[in-house]
């Protein structure tokens, strides 16, 4: 089955740190650039980290450069999100994306992030 599953999403206090996977089966994530993306109550879902499968450049939204690392375990075919120094404004589901150049792109089925003290 083609599909991409995320894990390691909670409750975290103010300043923690957390680990979302992301993993992914029936397809070879080398060939698809990956992306994070969250999704905040009563707002529209924005991309906030992406890993190219061309040159593995990474992209940050300015709201969490410097505090969220994205990266791609090519052996557990799993892209990660390092999550540091989270903040109560960090609180949504977040979403994992794969594209490929062409054809069919995939999407997790979310997991929810809740930074609160």
């Known amino acids: 089955q083609l599909q991409l599953v995320e894990s390691g999403g909670g409750l975290v206090q103010p300043g923690g740190s957390l680990r979302l996977s992301c993993a992914a089966s029936g397809f070879d994530l080398d060939y698809y650039t990956t992306a994070w993306f969250r999704q905040a109550p009563g707002k529209e879902r924005e991309g906030i980290s992406c890993l190219s499968s061309s040159d593995s450049s990474t992209y940050y939204a300015d709201s969490v450069k410097g505090r969220f690392t994205i990266d791609k375990d090519s052996a557990e075919n799993t892209v990660f999100l390092d999550m540091k120094t989270l903040k109560p404004g960090d609180t949504a589901i977040y979403y994992c994306?794969?594209?490929?150049?062409?054809?069919?792109?995939?999407w997790g089925q979310g997991t929810q992030v809740t930074v609160s003290s």
């Open positions: 994306n794969a594209k490929p150049l062409f054809g069919r792109e995939y």
